[in-house]
C-alpha cells in the first residue's frame, strides 16, 4: 500500500469512530503503523501536572487504559514544562539517543492532553507533516464527537452517551485496562432536593446557576475513569468502575457534603439525595436502573439529603430483586 493510500486508510478509520476511546486507539494505532515508533501513548495530566490517564497500545492491538501509578521519567515532565512555559503546542526534546516528540491535543482548566512519540531518531519534515494533518483531522473529529456525546449546559455526558456506555460494560468492551480488579462497578442516581422551588422563587437562569455548580462539584470529587451524566433536569447518573462498597459510600458522601457546602446567593444549602445499585452483568440494565431508583426514592421519603444503596431496602422489605436478564432481550 503506498504512503497516500495507507494515511488515506487511516483517515477512514478516524471518521468511522463513534466513541473517545476508540478515536484514541485509532490515532495510536495509525502512528504506529506509519512511524514505527519505539512508544506511542496519550498523556493526561490535571491542572496540577500530575498525570491522571496514560493510554497506550499493546502489541496485541488493545489500548490500555492506565489511572493509577503512573510513572513520568524526569524528562518527560521537564519537557511537558517547558512546553507550558512557552505556550508551544508541539516540541521535540532528545534524550538516551531517542528523540521524543510531544503534541497537545487539547487543554482546559481542569486537565490537559499530550500524544507523546518516542522514536529512534528525530522525525524527518516529511514525519513532522504526517503527523500535524493526522492530529488536525484526530481534533476537529473529537471536538464533534464532543459536542454530540456531551450536554450542553454542563459539560458532563448526555443521556444517549450513558446508554452507549452501559453497552460497552455489559458487551465487555474490547479495551483493556489495568486495573483490572475484583472489584465492583456501581451506578448511582443523584437527585437535587427541591430544585423546582429554586426555578419557582428565583427563575430558570439561577436554576442553570445551580446545576453548573453540582455539575463542577461532581467533576472534582469523582476519578478520572468514573462516568458522570446529566440525565435530564435536575438528575445526574454516575458509573463508578472498580471500587469497593466502602469506597463507593466515601466518595457519595464526599459529594453529598461537597454540594451543601455550595455558596449562592438567596439559598441556605444545595442538598441532593441519592440512590446506589451494584452494577451486575447478568441483570439487565433497566432493571439495575429501577433499582438505584427505587433506592433514591427511599432516600427522598426519609429526610432526603442522604444517600441509600438498594440492598439496605431489600433488606428492610421495601424492595424485592426481581429482574430482567441480560440475554432474554436484546440491547438496543
Known amino acids: 500500500m503506498s504512503i497516500s493510500n495507507n494515511i488515506l486508510h487511516h483517515i477512514e478509520n478516524f471518521t468511522a469512530q463513534r466513541d473517545k ?3 484514541a486507539f485509532s490515532l495510536l494505532k495509525s502512528i504506529r503503523n506509519i512511524l514505527t515508533p519505539v512508544k506511542a ?3 493526561t495530566l490535571n491542572s496540577k501536572d500530575e498525570p491522571t490517564m496514560e493510554i497506550t497500545l499493546a502489541s496485541s492491538d488493545k489500548c490500555r487504559f492506565n489511572h493509577k501509578n503512573i510513572h513520568l521519567p524526569p524528562e518527560i515532565k521537564k519537557s511537558i514544562e517547558y512546553m507550558n512555559s512557552w505556550q508551544l503546542d508541539e516540541f521535540v526534546d532528545a534524550y538516551d539517543h531517542q528523540h521524543v516528540s510531544f503534541h497537545l491535543l487539547k487543554q482546559s482548566r481542569q486537565n490537559a492532553q499530550y500524544l507523546v512519540i518516542t522514536l529512534d531518531k528525530k522525525p524527518s519534515k516529511s514525519e513532522n507533516y504526517i503527523i500535524k494533518g493526522m492530529l488536525s483531522i484526530y481534533s476537529n473529529f473529537s471536538s464533534l464527537l464532543i459536542e454530540a456525546q456531551t450536554d450542553e449546559l454542563t459539560g458532563l455526558m448526555n443521556r444517549k452517551t450513558f446508554e452507549e456506555s452501559i453497552v460497552k460494560l ?8 489495568d486495573e483490572h480488579t475484583e472489584q465492583s462497578n456501581w451506578i448511582a442516581i443523584i437527585d437535587l432536593d427541591h430544585f423546582k422551588n429554586i426555578n419557582d422563587n428565583f427563575g430558570h437562569l439561577y436554576g442553570d ?4 455548580h453540582v455539575s463542577r462539584v461532581m467533576q472534582q470529587t469523582f476519578r478520572h475513569d468514573d462516568l458522570l451524566f446529566r440525565f435530564g433536569g435536575e438528575e445526574f447518573v454516575i458509573l463508578m468502575k472498580n471500587r469497593g462498597r466502602k469506597d463507593c459510600e466515601r466518595v457519595l458522601e464526599a459529594l453529598r457534603q461537597n454540594v451543601q ?9 444545595i442538598t441532593v ?4 445499585c451494584e452494577f451486575n452483568d447478568d441483570v439487565f440494565h433497566i432493571t439495575l436502573m429501577d433499582r438505584a431508583d427505587q433506592a433514591l426514592y427511599y432516600s427522598k421519603q426519609h429526610g432526603r439529603n442522604q444517600i441509600t444503596f438498594f440492598d439496605q431496602v431489600v433488606a428492610e422489605g421495601l424492595a424485592v430483586e426481581s429482574q430482567v436478564n441480560a440475554g432474554e432481550i436484546d440491547l438496543f
Open 21 to 23: 476511546e476508540l478515536l
Open 41 to 43: 501513548s496519550i498523556l
Open 170 to 177: 455489559y458487551q465487555k468492551f474490547d479495551v483493556e485496562d
Open 209 to 212: 446557576e445551580v446545576l453548573i
Open 261 to 269: 457546602n455550595i455558596k449562592l446567593p438567596n439559598i441556605d444549602a
Open 273 to 276: 439525595s441519592i440512590g446506589v
